[in-house]
T-cell receptor
Framework: GNSVTQMEGPVTLSEEAFLTINCTYT??????LFWYVQYPGEGLQLLLK?????DKGSNKGFEATYRKETTSFHLEKGSVQVSDSAVYFC???????????FGTGTRLTVIP | ETGVTQSPTHLIKTRGQQVTLRCSSQ?????VSWYQQALGQGPQFIFQ???????GRGNFPPRFSGLQFPNYSSELNVNALELDDSALYLC?????????????FGSGTRLTVV
């Protein structure tokens, strides 16, 4: 079956620190991979995506590379800001399928 | 371009009651999906609607039902509410032609069952 495993939080970093949130997945075939972000009291926003192996998704300084050999899609940012404090969800969708599978989310808190 | 709007934003119901949640899809999107997000968890797929018909369902009992209207808006109905139904319910719209380009989510309806 399909599943997504995320690094457990919460994660607390100082401003300008380097961020990595690990994500690995189990799926048949070649799923598309996503990172969504949820700010307090809000719904989910698409942060970045990658649709095939070795693709790198990037947005707002965040990056993640689709690694088929390690079935991973780790989220990274070189210098976090207080405004990056949120919950981050890794997700996948199978080709031809109609639903996303989400990880349990990782809460990031960035302190000044 | 309008996003996905959900109503109401918050709701409190009593166990055993019925509830209807509403969602307006993003302009240009013809598919609506519903997700349940329990506290501290990732969203779980409930079902999807396309062309006013259910187009896939997750592991939820029949007391979770839905509708899609000709303007692509949608309702989620839950009968015989249980305490464990307390969650954030998220609606997401997408285009059937490009599902792998991500879904647009609404801000959700926070349902509390007491």
């Amino acid at each position: 079956g399909n599943s997504v495993t995320q690094m457990e939080g919460p994660v607390t970093l100082s401003e300008e620190a380097f961020l990595t949130i690990n994500c690995t997945y189990t799926a048949t075939g070649y799923p598309s991979l996503f990172w969504y972000v949820q700010y307090p009291g809000e719904g989910l926003q698409l942060l970045l995506k990658a649709t095939k192996a070795d693709d790198k998704g990037s947005n707002k300084g965040f990056e993640a590379t689709y690694r088929k050999e390690t079935t991973s899609f780790h989220l990274e940012k070189g210098s976090v800001q207080v405004s990056d404090s949120a919950v981050y969800f890794c997700a996948l969708i199978q080709t031809g399928a109609n639903n996303l599978f989400f990880g349990t989310g990782t809460r990031l808190t960035v302190i000044p | 371009e309008t996003g996905v709007t959900q109503s109401p934003t918050h709701l409190i119901k009593t166990r055993g009651q019925q509830v209807t949640l509403r969602c307006s899809s993003q302009s240009g999107h013809n598919t609506v999906s519903w997700y349940q997000q329990a506290l501290g968890q990732g969203p779980q797929f409930i079902f999807q609607y396309y062309r006013e018909e259910e187009n896939g369902r997750g592991n939820f009992p029949p007391r979770f039902s839905g509708l899609q209207f000709p303007n692509y808006s949608s309702e989620l109905n839950v009968n015989a509410l249980e305490l464990d139904d307390s969650a954030l319910y998220l609606c997401a719209s997408s285009s059937r032609r490009s599902p792998n380009y991500g879904y647009t989510f609404g801000s959700g309806t926070r349902l509390t069952v007491v």
